[in-house]
């Protein structure tokens, strides 16, 4: 039947000082592995804070969760997450992520980003055309 969607979901939470010390340890590698120039520019108008390293890391993570794809499948920078000028996260696919998002006939991710002083956690929710295949 035609117009009918299920909907794919993926969560994830970091600790926030987990982050912070994979940061400081190597600030120019960590932030050239996992982000793309856009994403660094964003991160460093907040001054690269922790809270919002690990919101964006648990962003990637819940979005591979919901390709239903791993680290050794994906890049992380495969999956981009810029703010709009109202600060809602919007999504962005690249290379295998995107063409994964094709296959599972995915409409659009949505995305929640959040932080307390401990942990960070996201969750991601997409619409999937019903008839897509779950691989």
């Given at each position: ?73 994906l890049c992380w920078k495969e999956v981009e997450i810029l703010s709009l000028p109202g600060g809602e996260p919007r999504v962005y696919l690249h290379g295998r ?39």
């Amino acid at each position: 039947m035609a117009g009918r969607f299920r909907i794919r979901t993926g969560v994830d939470i970091i600790e926030i000082a987990r982050v912070a010390g994979a940061y400081r340890r190597r600030p120019e590698s960590f932030l050239r592995h996992l982000f793309t120039r856009k994403e660094q520019r964003q991160l460093a108008a907040r001054n690269y804070a922790a809270r919002h390293l690990a919101a964006r890391f648990a962003g990637k993570e819940a979005i591979f969760k919901l390709l239903g794809m791993g680290m050794g499948q994906l890049c992380w920078k495969e999956v981009e997450i810029l703010s709009l000028p109202g600060g809602e996260p919007r999504v962005y696919l690249h290379g295998r992520a995107k063409a994964r998002a094709k296959e599972l006939s995915l409409v659009d991710i949505a995305l929640s980003l959040s932080h307390s002083r401990e942990y960070a956690v996201a969750q991601a929710c997409a619409l999937a055309e019903d008839g897509a295949e779950d691989k």
